[in-house]
């Protein structure tokens, strides 16, 4: 036997490849606030991208809000991009948790469903604002609104 004979073989390329897939399936779910897929060319499509990206790499699922894609019951990190002017707010991406179906189908577990939604929404504003996300809260139910981040700010961090 020879030294060569106990080399693992390079991964590399196939987890690179695993994971330009996996950020693709994240990106793929992104809607507008009509519920459309989001546009390649919306001026917030970069943003969201770039959100859907970091809650991937924190292991946070990015939900499917399409009731037709099979992954839709599973929940996760909720992103919609939200235009300039509504609630005479700023553009930017609403970011919140939806739980798993599972626990909607059991009325029992209402309070389960309501209080992991408030945990993780809380959690969330935690993560967005480690990954340099400029957050402020967003509607009633503990979302949040990304308007950028920090390092596109030139006055951030002084």
Same mark, same amino acid.
Not at 31 to 45: E, K, T
């Given at each position: &036997?020879t ?5 693992q073989?390079?991964l ?8 330009? %897939? ?13 519920g ?10 970069? *943003?969201?991208?770039?959100? %859907?990206?970091? &809650?991937?790499e924190?292991? *946070? ?21 939200v235009?300039?002017?509504?609630a005479d ?16 189908l ?12 408030q945990? &993780? ?11 340099g996300?400029?957050?402020?809260p967003?509607g ?6 990304v308007?950028?981040r ?7 961090g002084?």
């Amino acid at each position: &036997m020879t030294d060569t004979d106990f080399l693992q073989p390079d991964l590399g390329p196939l987890c690179a490849a695993a994971e330009a %897939a996996e950020l693709a399936q994240a990106a793929s779910g992104l809607v507008s606030i009509d519920g459309c897929r989001l546009a390649g060319n919306d001026p917030l499509a970069p *943003l969201a991208r770039d959100i %859907a990206r970091s &809650m991937t790499e924190a292991v *946070l699922t990015v939900h499917h809000r399409a009731r037709r894609y099979p992954l839709y019951r599973l929940g996760g990190v909720c992103l919609l991009a939200v235009p300039p002017g509504l609630a005479d707010g700023p553009a930017g991406v609403a970011v919140s948790w939806t739980p798993h179906n599972l626990l909607v189908l059991d009325w029992d577990q209402y309070g389960t469903y309501v209080g992991t939604q408030q945990a &993780m929404n809380t959690a969330l504003g935690g993560v967005l604002r480690a990954f340099g996300y400029l957050v402020t809260p967003f509607g009633f139910g503990g979302a949040w609104l990304v308007t950028g981040r920090r390092d596109d700010d030139p006055g951030a961090g002084r």
